[in-house]
């Protein structure tokens, strides 16, 4: 008989968004007469197709791959030349360094985001926000790893900062945040830098979200923080920016500079430790993906790229607007698509789920799926459409004076 990893055992059992559909079945079942006016702002998942110069770019690819003279196969692990080069050009773009030779491309932030835990043995002091995407405390756990939470709450801002009398090894930073949309500034992004040069701690930063920063003085890279090449990895990705959640594409930066010493004294290069874990274990994205993505860096991909955000951001803007009218306090939705408040009427947030789905028929995402911290909040996403977020947020208006 094997001997299974009982890590397992450790890690929740139902997926947050497993168990909403599971509610979500329960009540249409029960209301079949209301099933078709459900409105779902829950999942973060986008609506909008892919631009036209993905679309172009697609076509091409597929065409490259019809003929014999060009066709390609096995491509480099850690992605072609040609687009790792306009990862790195679209940083230069927003005044970030990043060399090329360190763009690791894959096939979401949410591989990368749990494979790097391979890098690093059991015994850290491994810190993660809580409230936080999910994926960080699940991957950690499945490892064994025991996780420190950093609390979010109404007090930062929702925006842990570091605490001198604890000495971490390894920190999660995920910014612009999913779920409470806060966003670190300059100078909060350097106090975790220098926390972390001087701790020599290694920070893995999430900006799956960058290109909804709207505020032009918040940075969209951590890179936009002299040292930060010394001590963190930066995780992007496609899926938000692009609309390319069913695409696949993330590009994961993995500076040279960073290197720790071993228990023999030798020193170890991060980037080189997930170069060898890439080329081991995966074989690349697939070449049509990554020749659309080149394209959606280019500046023509990128301005289209910015009028589907626009798009998701009016929708947040009106359901800001309904949540301000109502007096009820929210973080995000300037620079994230998400929107995060405390439920009404003292209510835990599946309890206003339910509460929620049943009064207006609008599903959204219950905050205690990201945390403890997230035990009375809810979070709502722009990523519908214009005409549900408003037919959305008008019933909701109406559930509260
Ligand atoms: C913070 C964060 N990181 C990463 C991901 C996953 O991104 P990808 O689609 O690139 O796997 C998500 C998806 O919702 C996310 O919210």
Not at 71 to 78: H, I, N, V
Not at 205 to 227: K, N, Q, T
Not at 266 to 291: A, C, E, H, V
């Amino acid at each position: 008989m094997p001997k299974l990893n009982e890590n397992y055992l450790n890690v929740q059992d139902s997926y947050l968004f497993a168990e909403i559909a599971r509610r979500v079945k329960v009540y249409e079942e029960a209301h079949p007469d209301k099933a078709a006016s459900i409105i779902r702002l829950g999942i973060g998942d986008v609506t909008r197709p892919l631009t036209k110069s993905a679309i172009g770019a697609l076509h091409e690819a597929v065409d490259e791959q019809a003929a014999a003279e060009t066709f390609k196969g096995y491509g480099p692990e850690q992605g072609y030349e040609f687009v790792r080069r306009a990862a790195a050009e679209h940083y230069a773009r927003a005044g970030v360094t990043v060399d090329a030779d360190d763009v690791f491309i894959s096939d979401g932030a949410k591989s990368d985001t749990g494979n790097i835990t391979e890098l690093f043995a059991k015994d850290n002091v491994i810190l993660v926000p809580d409230p936080v995407y999910p994926v960080y405390v699940d991957t950690n756990t499945m490892d064994g790893k025991q996780i420190v939470y950093m609390n979010g709450t109404e007090e930062n801002d929702f925006l842990p900062m570091p605490d001198d009398s604890v000495k971490a090894d390894i920190i999660y930073l995920c910014s612009p945040n999913n779920p409470t949309g806060a966003c670190y500034n300059r100078e909060q992004l350097k106090a975790w830098v220098d926390y972390a040069l001087k701790n020599e701690a290694v920070i893995l930063f999430d900006s799956a979200y960058e290109a909804f920063i709207s505020e032009p003085e918040l940075p969209r890279s951590i890179y936009a923080v002299e040292g930060a090449e010394k001590c963190a990895v930066e995780f992007c990705s496609l899926s938000k920016t692009a609309g390319f959640t069913g695409t696949r594409f993330s590009y994961t930066i993995v500076p040279k500079e960073i290197a720790f010493t071993a228990s023999n004294g030798q020193r170890m290069s991060l980037r080189d430790m997930w170069n060898r874990r890439q080329s081991t274990k995966f074989n690349g994205t697939p070449y049509i993906i990554q020749y659309a993505a080149a394209k959606v860096f280019s500046e023509e991909g990128m301005k289209e790229c910015r009028e589907n955000i626009s798009y998701y951001m009016e929708n947040a803007r009106v359901i800001a607007e309904t949540l301000r009218r109502k007096n009820i306090s929210f973080t995000g939705g300037v620079n994230s698509p998400y929107i995060w408040f405390k439920c009404p009427d003292g209510m835990e947030s599946w309890e206003f789920f339910d509460y929620l789905l049943e009064n207006a028929q609008v599903v959204g995402t219950p905050g205690a799926g990201f945390g403890v911290n997230g035990k009375n909040y809810f979070r709502l996403t722009s990523f519908g459409t214009h005409e549900k977020t408003k037919e959305a947020m008008e019933r909701f208006g109406k559930l509260f004076s």
